[in-house]
């Protein structure tokens, strides 16, 4: 997900794309453990997808 697409959502959509994203990154740390080696590459990009989600919603936080 773009940081564009993330600054144009509201706080409660962010939130709920989070909760998503931890979700899916709770299924591949479990698959990357069983040995599936093609969930390792997506652990990385998720977990840099929550960070800007974070960011954004600190930042409206802040802002309003």
């Known amino acids: 997900m773009k940081i564009y697409e993330i600054r144009s959502k509201s706080i409660s959509e962010l939130i709920s794309i989070g909760k998503e994203m931890r979700l899916e990154l709770a299924k591949l740390t479990i698959k990357k453990n069983a040995g599936m080696r093609e969930a390792g590459d997506k652990i990385s990009s998720i977990k840099k997808t929550i ?13 309003s």
């Open 51 to 63: 960070a800007r989600i974070e960011t954004v919603i600190s930042e409206k936080k802040r802002g």
